[in-house]
């Protein structure tokens, strides 16, 4: 059975001291990432040895500073990259307006008046909830109160209302 020797150096320095490296993370702004970052420490203390250091409790700080930095530094490129790609990726293709022609504009608001109309046809208090409710986004027994009518009035003229939009989008298919 082999133990390993105890930790010596900048291992045992680090292993002293690792809450204080996690404070230190913490109050620079690593935030969650400051458990991560002390890791890497470890990870590259544990990795190679540097020779004696004089200041070791310096270095491991240094070493905390620069990775935190490097940390931020790629996370602000990546973020940057991000960006970029989704301007360049985001906007209409080249040629292609945003905007409806002016044929499907004019087909719209011929639509638009053709479902007025059929809404129309139902009776004005039938179209008048439908608006309200629907459009205007009024809840159901404030419009029965404005209309003067029962909240299961309000209710039926809805379903007729809903049923003749169901009717007229088949027959438009």
Not at 143 to 153: D, K, M
Request: proline fraction near 5%.
């Amino acid at each position: 059975m082999t133990t390993d020797p105890p930790p010596s150096g900048l291992e045992a320095t680090f292993l002293a001291h690792r809450e204080t490296l996690l404070r230190f993370l913490r109050a620079r702004g690593a935030g969650e990432a400051a458990e991560d970052l002390v890791q890497e420490v470890w990870l590259r203390i544990a990795g190679r040895s540097p020779g004696p250091v004089g200041s070791p409790l310096s270095y491991l700080f240094r070493t905390a500073d620069t990775l935190m930095i490097d940390r931020f530094r790629s996370a602000r490129q990546a973020d940057g990259r991000d960006v970029a790609w989704t301007q360049l990726h985001s906007g209409d293709p080249s040629g292609v307006s945003a905007e409806p022609s002016a044929e499907r504009r004019m087909a719209a608001a011929q639509e638009a008046a053709r479902v007025t109309a059929m809404l129309d046809g139902l009776g004005a208090r039938v179209a008048g909830i439908f608006r309200r409710h629907r459009v205007d986004g009024v809840a159901q027994k404030d419009v029965a109160r404005e209309f003067g009518v029962s909240l299961s009035t309000v209710e039926s003229d809805l379903r007729t209302a809903y049923k003749a939009l169901s009717e007229w989008k088949e027959r438009s298919r």
